[in-house]
């Protein structure tokens, strides 16, 4: 690691001389940092969102057709799927067809010798057991005395069981009857090559088969919803102290066409009455992680949200025309109702329904998603001629407070009429983000920054290019930097999002996000970014301060957080002359000599600019030091920062405390004894 030498005896020649003022500022949201959440390639499904079980419900669509896929059957079992004249649902019409084989070929493994047939699920490239409380239920049409046998075992040694629990048969002939369970392992599984099995003895069936339907099994979820959060991805966000979430999008918002757009209300309600839809990510998607379920994150981690509504535009350049548009509208009207209406009104009441009579908070609502691409200029033109104004005085109308937000930004082009603001999403090398630090200094129209990375390696390779394999450190630098540009214009960007958040290292081609998993909870992987993005977020400023000072290759920003009477500096070093370190002497107007602060520098550890946290290698390559400083006899807080490093100096004495009690600063990979 670089050196840096802190609180220097001597005044520093060529230091970097910042003198930020005590009033003058702005106040902001003190809502800045945040991330975006769509189920972009097992995102939802398989990654935050915990079912268990792959293709529970055997949903399918024109895009993805109906398939046994994740599912294969035990013992002496022939699995079809078969459309029963009584479905479960309208919503779930297909269920799977469990019959014993009539020729007497040899049981398959699994039979257990007991002559128990049945099926059994792969999960999302495996699945995780620990000893702890599953949930189960799963639906069954067709007589049966007996019981039912669900199981975890492993998928790499024969009949070896980690958990067993037998659900005595409640099913009847002509019925569809709905059974749950609880299974505790009696041990951890040693890896995630592991299935989930429900089997019967078919000696007690009344007829020759079983249909089954909606089979669900359920790990412990974050903070204990039901139908909620995989635990150690939901914590990893939390730990980054994020303050804002938009969802649903993104694309996913859009759908590919304007009939597989996502529909808020299909997402409603017990999950046999959610269809599920083809998403715009390339497999059907479940409809499990629905409005509510996003909704109850936000609750549970205490985050403002970006609600994003249909506008009209879908992937494939679908325009609603401007006399078809209302509708549309209405249902946002609606949607927004649900969010946070009276209990009492017609979508207020619906939500009641839910178990949540308390409307939740709802400030910014986004009209579509990125309108300036998919729909090409006739999409961008209908958008500022008809469709953004027509939601945007719709809404403002009935809800004067909400922020309403274009999702394109004025750099876009488009003239965004007020009260409006816009959203811009800079997917970036890191020199271009260096390069757009000051992009909203004049800029005289709020935004937010509705998705941000750096994702392209420096170069001129450009958007066609490859992206990075991971976050990497000189990129995570250079998203610090350009958070810094949208934290000094704090007043009128009032959130900053990264995206997308994160990715599972089984079905992937987006590579860079917050936070890489798969289903073995050991390669939860918090990236450079990660760590940028939590020391910043984890220190809001209610007021920007004005600073006086050069900028570059040192960046900063400077401001006070009122409830905590603190003053906060974030700063991000990028390429030095000659890779030198940079002196710093950073005063505060009423700051007196002798007063304490906290200085916490990132660097990376491995000196490499390309460096980055690899979830099969479990390396951390963000260094981490946190250190008290001292105002001198002239009341500046002397230090160096060494080239590409970030900053974080707070004069809050109880954060020294607080971040001696949070993870962030621990290598990622602790559970690495
Ligand atoms: C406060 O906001 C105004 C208007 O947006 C801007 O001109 C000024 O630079 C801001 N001050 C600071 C310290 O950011
Ligand atoms: C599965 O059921 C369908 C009708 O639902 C039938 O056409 C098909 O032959 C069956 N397949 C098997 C392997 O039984
Ligand atoms: C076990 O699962 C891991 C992924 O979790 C996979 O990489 C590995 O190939 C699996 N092992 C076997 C023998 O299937
Ligand atoms: C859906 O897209 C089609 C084809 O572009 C268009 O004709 C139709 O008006 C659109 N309908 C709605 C409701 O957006
Ligand atoms: C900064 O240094 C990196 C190499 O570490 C290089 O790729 C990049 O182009 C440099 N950027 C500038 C603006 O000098
Ligand atoms: C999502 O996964 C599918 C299937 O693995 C793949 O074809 C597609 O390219 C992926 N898309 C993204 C955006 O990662």
Same mark, same amino acid.
């Given at each position: 690691?670089?050196?840096?030498?802190?609180?220097?005896?001597?005044?520093?020649?060529?230091?970097?001389?910042?003198?930020?003022?005590?009033?003058?500022?702005?106040?902001?949201?003190?809502?800045?940092?945040?991330?975006?959440?769509?189920?972009?390639?097992?995102?939802?499904?398989?990654?935050?969102?915990?079912?268990?079980?792959?293709?529970?419900?055997?949903?399918?669509?024109?895009?993805?057709?109906?398939?046994?896929?994740?599912?294969?059957?035990?013992?002496?079992?022939?699995?079809?799927?078969?459309?029963?004249?009584?479905?479960?649902?309208?919503?779930?019409?297909?269920?799977?067809?469990?019959?014993?084989?009539?020729?007497?070929?040899?049981?398959?493994?699994?039979?257990?010798?007991?002559?128990?047939?049945?099926?059994?699920?792969?999960?999302?490239?495996?699945?995780?057991?620990?000893?702890?409380?599953?949930?189960?239920?799963?639906?069954?049409?067709?007589?049966?005395?007996?019981?039912?046998?669900?199981?975890?075992?492993?998928?790499?040694?024969?009949?070896?069981?980690?958990?067993?629990?037998?659900?005595?048969?409640?099913?009847?002939?002509?019925?569809?009857?709905?059974?749950?369970?609880?299974?505790?392992?009696?041990?951890?599984?040693?890896?995630?090559?592991?299935?989930?099995?429900?089997?019967?003895?078919?000696?007690?069936?009344?007829?020759?088969?079983?249909?089954?339907?909606?089979?669900?099994?359920?790990?412990?979820?974050?903070?204990?919803?039901?139908?909620?959060?995989?635990?150690?991805?939901?914590?990893?966000?939390?730990?980054?102290?994020?303050?804002?979430?938009?969802?649903?999008?993104?694309?996913?918002?859009?759908?590919?066409?304007?009939?597989?757009?996502?529909?808020?209300?299909?997402?409603?309600?017990?999950?046999?009455?959610?269809?599920?839809?083809?998403?715009?990510?390339?497999?059907?998607?479940?409809?499990?992680?629905?409005?509510?379920?996003?909704?109850?994150?936000?609750?549970?981690?205490?985050?403002?949200?970006? %609600? $994003?509504?249909? &506008?009209?535009?879908?992937? !494939? *350049?679908? #325009?609603?025309?401007?006399?078809? /548009?209302? =509708? +549309?509208?209405?249902?946002?009207?609606?949607?927004?109702?649900?969010?946070?209406?009276?209990?009492?009104?017609?979508?207020?009441?619906?939500?009641?329904?839910?178990?949540?009579?308390?409307?939740?908070?709802?400030?910014?609502?986004?009209?579509?998603?990125?309108?300036?691409?998919?729909?090409?200029?006739?999409?961008?033109?209908?958008?500022?001629?008809?469709?953004?104004?027509?939601?945007?005085?719709?809404?403002?109308?009935?809800?004067?407070?909400?922020?309403?937000?274009?999702?394109?930004?004025?750099?876009?082009?488009?003239?965004?009429?007020?009260?409006?603001?816009?959203?811009?999403?800079?997917?970036?090398?890191?020199?271009?983000?260096?390069?757009?630090?000051?992009?909203?200094?004049?800029?005289?129209?709020?935004?937010? %920054? $509705?998705?941000? &990375?750096?994702?392209?390696? !420096? *170069?001129? #390779?450009?958007?066609?290019?490859? /992206?990075? =394999? +991971?976050?990497?450190?000189?990129?995570?630098?250079?998203?610090?930097?350009?958070?810094?540009?949208?934290?000094?214009?704090?007043?009128?960007?009032?959130?900053?999002?990264?995206?997308?958040?994160?990715?599972?290292?089984?079905?992937?081609?987006?590579?860079?996000?917050?936070?890489?998993?798969?289903?073995?909870?050991?390669?939860?992987?918090?990236?450079?970014?990660?760590?940028?993005?939590?020391?910043?977020?984890?220190?809001?400023?209610?007021?920007?301060?004005?600073?006086?000072?050069?900028?570059?290759?040192?960046?900063?920003?400077?401001?006070?957080?009122?409830?905590?009477?603190?003053?906060?500096?974030?700063?991000?070093?990028?390429?030095?002359?000659?890779?030198?370190?940079?002196?710093?002497?950073?005063?505060?107007?009423?700051?007196?000599?002798?007063?304490?602060?906290?200085?916490?520098?990132?660097?990376?550890?491995?000196?490499?600019?390309?460096?980055?946290?690899?979830?099969?290698?479990?390396?951390?390559?963000?260094?981490?030091?946190?250190?008290?400083?001292?105002?001198?006899?002239?009341?500046?807080?002397?230090?160096?920062?060494?080239?590409?490093?970030?900053?974080?100096?707070?004069?809050?004495?109880?954060?020294?405390?607080?971040?001696?009690?949070?993870?962030?600063?621990?290598?990622?990979?602790?559970?690495?004894?």
């Amino acid at each position: 690691m670089r050196s840096f030498i802190l609180s220097l005896a001597l005044p520093l020649a060529n230091a970097f001389t910042i003198n930020v003022a005590s009033s003058g500022g702005n106040a902001t949201s003190g809502k800045q940092y945040g991330f975006l959440h769509e189920d972009i390639n097992n995102s939802g499904d398989g990654g935050i969102y915990a079912e268990l079980i792959r293709n529970r419900a055997f949903q399918y669509s024109d895009a993805y057709p109906l398939s046994l896929d994740g599912w294969r059957p035990v013992g002496n079992a022939k699995l079809n799927t078969s459309r029963l004249d009584e479905p479960l649902s309208d919503a779930l019409p297909v269920s799977v067809n469990v019959s014993p084989r009539k020729s007497n070929c040899t049981p398959r493994r699994g039979a257990a010798g007991n002559g128990n047939i049945g099926l059994l699920n792969e999960g999302w490239w495996g699945m995780a057991v620990e000893e702890k409380t599953y949930t189960g239920s799963f639906w069954v049409y067709g007589g049966y005395e007996g019981v039912f046998t669900a199981e975890l075992r492993s998928d790499l040694e024969e009949d070896v069981v980690f958990g067993s629990v037998e659900i005595e048969s409640e099913a009847q002939e002509g019925k569809w009857v709905e059974h749950t369970f609880e299974l505790v392992p009696e041990s951890n599984a040693p890896n995630s090559n592991n299935t989930f099995a429900l089997t019967f003895d078919p000696a007690g069936l009344t007829d020759d088969s079983l249909n089954f339907n909606l089979i669900s099994l359920f790990p412990p979820t974050y903070k204990n919803r039901k139908n909620g959060l995989r635990v150690d991805i939901a914590e990893a966000l939390a730990q980054l102290h994020p303050s804002m979430l938009r969802f649903p999008g993104g694309n996913m918002l859009e759908g590919e066409t304007n009939k597989t757009y996502w529909d808020w209300k299909d997402t409603l309600g017990p999950l046999k009455d959610r269809p599920g839809f083809p998403g715009v990510w390339g497999y059907q998607q479940t409809h499990g992680l629905g409005l509510v379920e996003y909704l109850e994150w936000a609750q549970d981690m205490d985050l403002d949200i970006v %609600i $994003g509504v249909w &506008a009209g535009l879908a992937l !494939n *350049g679908d #325009i609603t025309p401007k006399d078809e /548009l209302q =509708p +549309f509208i209405d249902d946002a009207l609606n949607q927004i109702e649900f969010i946070r209406g009276p209990a009492d009104s017609t979508w207020g009441s619906v939500r009641a329904s839910l178990g949540h009579p308390d409307p939740w908070p709802l400030h910014y609502v986004e009209v579509g998603n990125e309108d300036w691409l998919a729909g090409g200029d006739a999409g961008w033109e209908s958008y500022q001629e008809y469709r953004f104004p027509m939601f945007m005085k719709a809404i403002r109308e009935a809800y004067p407070d909400i922020t309403v937000i274009s999702s394109g930004a004025t750099s876009d082009g488009y003239d965004i009429p007020a009260p409006g603001i816009g959203d811009y999403h800079p997917y970036r090398e890191p020199d271009a983000l260096v390069e757009e630090f000051d992009m909203f200094d004049n800029q005289p129209i709020g935004h937010i %920054i $509705g998705e941000v &990375a750096a994702t392209h390696p !420096n *170069g001129g #390779i450009g958007w066609d290019g490859d /992206l990075m =394999p +991971f976050p990497w450190w000189i990129g995570s630098v250079g998203e610090a930097v350009s958070l810094i540009g949208y934290e000094r214009n704090a007043d009128r960007i009032p959130a900053t999002c990264y995206a997308p958040v994160l990715r599972s290292m089984d079905r992937w081609q987006w590579a860079v996000t917050l936070v890489q998993f798969a289903a073995d909870p050991k390669l939860t992987t918090r990236s450079t970014s990660w760590y940028v993005w939590e020391l910043f977020a984890a220190h809001p400023m209610t007021h920007t301060l004005p600073a006086e000072g050069e900028l570059d290759p040192l960046f900063y920003v400077s401001g006070t957080n009122e409830d905590k009477q603190s003053f906060i500096w974030k700063a991000a070093v990028y390429n030095t002359t000659d890779h030198a370190d940079v002196p710093v002497s950073l005063s505060f107007e009423g700051v007196e000599p002798g007063t304490k602060a906290t200085l916490t520098v990132l660097t990376n550890i491995e000196g490499d600019p390309y460096a980055y946290n690899d979830p099969h290698e479990g390396n951390n390559i963000v260094g981490s030091t946190v250190t008290t400083v001292e105002a001198g006899d002239d009341g500046a807080f002397e230090f160096e920062l060494p080239e590409l490093s970030v900053a974080l100096l707070d004069t809050a004495q109880e954060d020294v405390q607080a971040r001696d009690t949070i993870d962030a600063r621990e290598p990622s990979k602790s559970w690495r004894a």
